[in-house]
C-alpha cells in the first residue's frame, strides 16, 4: 500500500499534473495570462485549480476565476495573500578560454 505523498508546498513533491477545465484555458488566453500561470510554481497552478473547481456554487467558481486572472496579471499576490516570485536562476558566466 502507497504511503500518503503530502503534496503540497514545502516538501519538495508536486502531485500529478491537472486537467485544466476549459473554462479556466479559455479565461487565461482571453487575458493573454497564460505564461503568467505557467510561471508560477507547480504547487501553485495545482491548487488554483483546485481551488476554483471545489466551489459548489457557479458564482463562486466565477468569483475565484476572476481573483485567479487578477492576481495573475498583478504579480503579487496567491490567494488573497501577498507572493514575490522567486528571482530568476543565475546565468552562468561565459568560460574563458
Known amino acids: 500500500?502507497?504511503?500518503?505523498?503530502?503534496?503540497?508546498?514545502?516538501?519538495g513533491l508536486t502531485p500529478p499534473a491537472k486537467q485544466m477545465p476549459g473554462f479556466v484555458r479559455s479565461?487565461?488566453?482571453a487575458r493573454t495570462l497564460m505564461d503568467?500561470?505557467?510561471?508560477?510554481?507547480?504547487?501553485?497552478?495545482?491548487?488554483y485549480l483546485?481551488?476554483?473547481?471545489?466551489a459548489k456554487l457557479q458564482d463562486l467558481k466565477r468569483k475565484r476565476l476572476n481573483q485567479m486572472l487578477d492576481e495573475l496579471e498583478k504579480g503579487d499576490a496567491y490567494k488573497g495573500e501577498p507572493w514575490t516570485p522567486p528571482p530568476p536562476p543565475p546565468t552562468p558566466a561565459p568560460s574563458a578560454k
Open 1 to 11: 500500500m502507497a504511503k500518503n505523498q503530502g503534496f503540497g508546498h514545502g516538501r
Open 27 to 29: 479565461a487565461l488566453a
Open 50 to 54: 483546485d481551488w476554483i473547481n471545489t
Open 36 to 47: 503568467a500561470y505557467r510561471a508560477r510554481p507547480d504547487y501553485q497552478q495545482h491548487e
